[in-house]
């Protein structure tokens, strides 16, 4: 774009602000959806029925999980010892890092 076009549609944007402002939720919104759907499907190819990591890696093999302390990466951690893995945990909080290693010592 020409810095003459720039300047008349910044003019443009003042005089009407709302229109910015649509134009930034529908840009905000097809982010959002895009960022749904990669983490839709990054689910269902890890945790669909059927796939098992003890066929593919062996019971006993080491998993890596990184944000151990709560969330996601706290019920991966508990769902990969529950299935027999030896489970690294990674976290910034130490102290909610032992309480999810005592968990997953209580349910073993």
């Known amino acids: 774009m020409s810095k003459l076009r720039l300047e008349e549609l910044e003019k443009y944007v003042v005089k009407h602000p709302r229109v910015a402002l649509g134009i930034s939720a529908v840009a905000l ?15 269902l190819a890890l945790a669909r029925r059927g796939y098992s990591l003890q066929e593919r890696y062996g019971r006993g093999s080491w998993a890596v999980v990184t944000g151990a302390s709560d969330g996601i990466g706290k019920q991966f951690c508990l ?3 529950q ?4 489970v690294v945990l990674v ?5 909610k890092l032992e309480a999810v290693e005592s968990e997953i010592k209580a349910q073993s």
């Not at 299935?83 to 030896?86: L, S």
Request: aromatic share 12%.
């Open 29 to 43: 919104g097809y982010v959002g959806l895009k960022t749904l759907c990669i983490l839709k499907n990054s689910f």
């Open 91 to 95: 976290a910034r909080n130490r102290s």
């Open 79 to 81: 769902s990969l010892a």
């Open 83 to 86: 299935r027999g893995f030896n």
